[in-house]
């Protein structure tokens, strides 16, 4: 200590030295370590196969997926994710960061928990048992599957066969409107979208959650499209895709990324998939899945870029100009009517997208005029004649798939 | 300044016990325990117990007399009536944004800048005793303010809350029941979470305390400096910043009432704690091992 008494001045090296130790250690935490790790190399081929014949029925994790889809402020859109309770509803997916813990043990037994600062929507799936619960208005969904269900459910059909059924088929397609939210159920999608228009190439190892993983990167041929690359990582023993970031034409941030945080391979407990009503809560039997969660239905399935919460109708078939990643589809669209059946939460839904359409910017060209959202991933154009038109594209290439009607 | 606490009493109580230690016992707990002492008799900190242990029963009794509206209100406070063990986590939650710090904010003030202010600081350093252990056991007693603070909260509102709500199982955030035993258990975490959170506090508080011979000034120092955390958090153009604020994780203590408990974001917090107790404790030692006690 007597240097310190020598030189007094030299105090002050000491918590200046600390704050640059921990800038230091959070720099290189944060930093995905793309340094070759060891790993035998693989080519794109292969490890597809390994995807293909991984075979991992049980697992516990946390999923965190941030968006960043250059959207502009909308009021009413909660962007930050965290005031309140909003950020725990299941409909608050298309922006901001949201953190999820997933339960998975075999194909009939899931849980999904949707973490908001102080509240919790989780998805209870066990046997033939599919419990909604929001802690925010102590409210609890109750849909009985039929046999039938949940036996296609354990098949998969959304995905590849041998990937993890993540979830009961029926409930991640329905509950946010197509936003994949877990890591194989992102790279399923983006899989299925392979073939003569993207560039596989692999890069060296990466870490998620503390595991070395390969990245696979999809790189589209086709120009048009507003995504740069697809990057999914996949887990160098188990064959999992552990990360699924998906990169914009303009910018260098991922644009869309869900990934583990942490996660476990091993057989979760039992007690995690049990759920039985606490009391004082409202339950509501359903048969419908949607009756509790502001009743969107999916929009035309278009695996890459998370769509917006747009709510379509039924008539007239969707129109699909284009193909590949620059596909544009084209859609009949009107406003629900506020009074739709289903109470409030269809009436709130319809609000929102009421104001949502008058903040957005009006443009007009041959193919009439609209609304038009441009994110950094994907376009929508919702025209006055009651057309959606959208797609991974800037919103150009949608006006001339609106006029070539 | 009570007249209860003459200046003669705290220079003369300091003298003797510094006095009476020898050197060589570098670990003796006796400033310590004469610190806790002075803290624990000045009127003013028990006036601030007080009104800590008001707000729990507060509550309670407001709660009690008008049952809040299903699913409205602030958190927890829609779930008091099952158990009398969300009283606390409730007070706690309000209490975390003004109060708690207010009471921390008060203690750090007191405990270099009040003394440099009373002219004891010069008596306390011509006795025997080495700055930086008059500065450890000075954050020593703030961390156990800390915790002092937290379970008067927390003992105040169990009791109201048990005597007029009883013992029921909690409601945990994932909808799941755990039973009272278990339901202690997650409030004892959650008292020392939020205490480790204010203990980082006191060592910012610790820091400004040195550079100023007022106390007041001390204490509205570390007031603008919460309050500014706070606003700052809730500002989502900034957002890189947050994980950088000490208040960021504060009220992620919520995170202890799923099932089971999710661990990420307290982690977060408890590092971000121990890195600012780190950088201003050791701020504070610099600071104060080369100040010139002038008063």
């Known amino acids: 200590m ?17 704050l640059g130790v921990i800038g230091a250690t959070a720099l ?34 946390t999923v965190v ?16 994710g965290r005031p309140g ?60 599957l039929s046999t039938d269900q949940v036996r296609a459910g354990s098949a998969g059909k959304r995905l590849p066969s041998g990937l993890p059924s993540g979830l009961p088929s029926g409930v991640p397609s329905t509950l946010a409107s197509g936003a994949p939210r877990t890591p194989d159920e992102a790279a399923a999608a983006a899989l299925a979208l392979m073939g003569q228009d993207t560039t596989v190439t692999t890069s060296g190892a990466a870490s998620v959650a503390g595991r070395s993983a390969y990245e696979l990167i999809l790189t589209p041929k086709d120009k048009a499209t507003l995504v740069g690359s697809v990057r999914i990582a996949i887990d160098s023993q188990v064959h999992v895709p552990l990360r699924v970031q998906v990169y914009s034409t303009k910018r260098t941030n991922p644009a869309f990324e869900v990934g583990f945080s942490a996660v476990d391979f091993a057989k ?11 009391p004082g809560t409202t339950v509501t039997q359903s048969d419908h899945l949607l009756a509790g969660t502001g009743g969107t239905n999916a929009t035309a399935p278009k695996p890459t870029a998370p769509e917006p919460t747009a709510p379509t109708t039924g008539q007239g078939a969707p129109k699909v100009v284009g193909s590949g990643w620059s596909t544009v589809v084209v859609a009949p669209f009107t406003v629900p009517a506020a009074s739709k059946g289903s109470a409030g939460s269809a009436a709130d839904s319809t609000a929102q997208l009421n104001g949502i359409l ?21 376009s929508v154009v919702l025209t006055n004649d009651g057309r959606v038109a959208l797609g991974a594209v800037p919103a150009s290439q949608l006006f001339s798939a609106l006029a070539a009607k | 300044m009570s007249a209860a606490e003459p200046v003669v009493t705290e220079v003369s109580e300091r003298a003797r016990v510094a006095g009476a230690a020898p050197l060589s016992r570098r670990l003796s707990t006796r400033l310590l325990r004469s610190e806790l002492r002075l803290i624990a008799g000045r009127r003013r900190n028990q006036m601030g117990l007080l009104v800590l242990a008001a707000v729990p029963v507060l509550i309670a009794v407001a709660v009690r007399i008008s049952s809040p509206r299903e699913g409205r209100g602030p958190d927890f406070l829609s779930s008091i009536t099952s158990n009398g063990l969300f009283v606390p986590l409730a007070a706690l939650s309000v209490e ?52 002092w603070g937290v379970a008067v909260v927390v003992v105040a509102g169990a009791v109201a809350g048990i005597a007029l709500f009883g013992t029921g199982p909690m409601l945990t955030l994932s909808g799941s029941e755990i039973s009272f035993g278990a339901a202690v258990w997650r409030v004892v975490l959650v008292s020392l979470y939020i205490a480790a959170g204010l203990a980082a506090l006191g060592a910012v508080g610790l820091f400004i305390s040195t550079l100023t011979e007022q106390p007041l000034a001390a204490t509205v120092a570390l007031m603008i400096f919460t309050i500014l955390s706070w606003i700052a958090d809730s500002v989502p153009q900034i957002s890189w910043l947050h994980p950088w604020l000490l208040v960021d994780q504060w009220m992620a203590f919520g995170d202890l009432l799923r099932d089971p408990p999710f661990w990420d974001n307290i982690a977060q917090g408890l590092r971000v704690d121990l890195g600012y107790a780190v950088v201003f404790g050791l701020l504070a030692w610099a600071r104060f091992a080369g100040k010139d006690i002038t008063s």
């Open chain 1, 65 to 80: 997926q941030t968006s960043d889809l250059g959207l502009p402020e909308i009021p009413g859109l909660s962007m930050s």
């Open chain 1, 28 to 61: 290189t935490v944060n930093q995905t370590a793309n340094a070759d790790s060891g790993l035998p190399s693989r080519t794109a081929a292969q490890l597809l196969a390994d995807v293909r014949s991984a075979n991992v029925s049980s697992l516990s994790g």
């Open chain 1, 268 to 278: 979760p407990d039992a007690r995690q998939f049990s759920f039985t009503p606490p």
């Open chain 1, 358 to 378: 008058k903040a957005l910017p009006t443009t007009s060209g041959t193919w009439g005029s609209g609304h038009v959202l441009e994110g950094s991933l994907f």
């Open chain 2, 96 to 147: 975390l944004g003004l109060f708690l710090p207010l009471a921390i904010a008060m203690l750090a003030g007191d405990s270099v800048a009040g003394e440099a202010n009373l002219g004891t600081l010069r008596y306390l350093l011509t006795v025997p005793v080495g700055r930086t252990r008059l500065l450890v056991t000075k954050y020593a007693s703030l961390v156990i303010g800390a915790v």
């Open chain 1, 85 to 144: 309770s909003a950020s725990s509803s299941l409909t608050s997916l298309i922006s901001g960061t949201h953190t999820w813990r997933v339960w998975l043990d075999g194909p009939t037994r899931q849980r999904l928990a949707l973490i908001g600062s102080n509240g919790e929507s989780d998805v209870i799936h066990n046997g033939n048992d599919v419990w909604l619960w929001s802690s925010a208005d102590k409210s609890a969904v109750h849909h009985t």
């Open chain 1, 2 to 18: 007597s240097f310190f008494i020598d030189h007094p001045k030299a105090r002050w090296a000491l918590p200046v030295a600390a």
